[in-house]
C-alpha cells in the first residue's frame, strides 16, 4: 500500500509541479500580448491549466502524501527532513495562490506586472523543487 500512495503521490507532484512551471509562462507571454485574440486565449489557457491541472494535482499530491504520513505517523513524525519539507510546501501553496492572484489580475485586464517580473516569478518552483527532492532524497537531518 505505502509504495502505491508513494507512487501516486509522486505522479501527482510532477503534474503539480508542470502546471507551475508553465502556468508563469503564459503570464510571461499574455504580459507581451497586444491583440484581442491571443490576450482572450491566454486568459482561457490560464484558467483552464490552473483549474484542471494545477488544483487536482496540488490537491491529489497534498492527499496522497498526508495519507503515509497517516498511515505510519510514529515513523514519519519522526523524520525531521519531513518537517523542513512540510514548510516548504506550506510556501509552494502560497505560491501556488499567488499564480491564482496573477490570474485573476490578467483575466480582468489588470495586470500591471511587466514580462520581466514574470520571467523571475517562473524561477521560484524550481527553487521549491530542489529543496523538496533534496530533503526528500537525502534526508540531510
Not at 503515509?68 to 514519519?76: G, S
Not at 485573476?104 to 514580462?115: I, M
Amino acid at each position: 500500500m505505502h509504495e502505491w500512495l508513494k507512487s501516486l503521490h509522486l505522479i501527482s507532484m510532477v503534474a503539480w509541479f508542470a502546471a507551475l512551471f508553465y502556468l508563469p509562462r503564459l503570464f510571461v507571454y499574455h504580459s507581451l500580448a497586444d491583440d484581442e485574440i491571443s490576450v482572450e486565449r491566454f486568459k482561457t489557457m490560464e484558467y483552464k491549466l490552473y483549474k484542471q491541472i494545477a488544483n487536482p494535482s496540488m490537491y491529489s499530491t497534498i492527499i496522497f502524501g498526508t495519507t503515509m504520513i497517516f498511515l505510519a505517523p510514529q515513523f514519519y513524525m519522526a523524520q525531521y527532513w519531513l518537517h523542513a519539507k512540510i514548510g516548504i510546501i506550506v510556501l509552494l501553496i502560497c505560491y501556488h495562490h499567488a499564480c491564482y492572484y496573477h490570474l485573476k489580475r490578467f483575466a480582468e485586464d489588470a495586470n500591471t506586472q511587466s514580462d520581466r517580473y514574470f520571467r523571475i516569478f517562473n524561477e521560484i518552483p524550481v527553487l521549491f523543487l530542489t529543496i523538496i527532492v533534496i530533503l526528500a532524497v537525502i534526508k540531510p537531518f
